[in-house]
């Protein structure tokens, strides 16, 4: 298993965290409810994964336990690239 959470944390620290939000995340706070992540930010970073880990993911995967923290986003990299081969 390759330990993807700086990546992770990288691009949503940069590209989906606003001053409201500022400071560094661990790997077990919520994405969800901290407010950073809505289901706009869903789809960004699905559009994000697909493309850094060319990985498709399929609807019935969206789910919250996929995408509430960024160590569930790491299990589900992971996950997904184990199952691609």
Do not use: W
């Not at 409201?20 to 994964?49: C, E, M, N, W």
């Amino acid at each position: 298993m390759v330990d993807f959470t700086e990546t992770v944390r990288s691009f949503i620290e940069k590209e989906m965290m606003t001053q409201v939000h500022k400071g560094t995340l661990s790997p077990s706070d919520s994405l969800i409810d901290k407010g950073i992540v809505d289901s706009l930010g869903v789809q960004r970073l699905i559009a994000y994964l697909e493309q850094e880990f060319d990985l498709q993911i399929a609807d019935t995967e969206i789910v919250p336990e996929n995408f509430e923290t960024i160590g569930s986003l790491v299990n589900f990299i992971n996950y997904k690239l184990t199952a691609k081969g």
